[in-house]
């Protein structure tokens, strides 16, 4: 998936890139959450919760990483929502 690859490529740009302030290098890390419009979507909202949802999963889950929420039309075998992430 494109979007994990982009969304891993930020997040590691950002967790190895000093941030300096008033002297002081501040850690910084993102947590970024993907979801894809199922064929089910009727408008963006849909994909965007569960792209919401996604990255309050990837904070829960120690934060500096990347979560995809797939459609529930995505997931093999059956329905509901299925997670994957990828670790930090």
Known sequence: MAAKASAERLRKVVATTPFVREGKTIPLTVSIGI????????NEDAALTRADGALYRAKRNG????E?????????????LGYTHSPQ
Request: glycine share 20%.
């Open 35 to 42: 979801a894809t419009m199922g064929p089910g979507d009727r």
């Open 63 to 66: 934060r500096n990483r990347v």
């Open 68 to 80: 995809i929420a797939e459609s529930e039309y995505s997931v093999e075998g059956g329905s509901g």
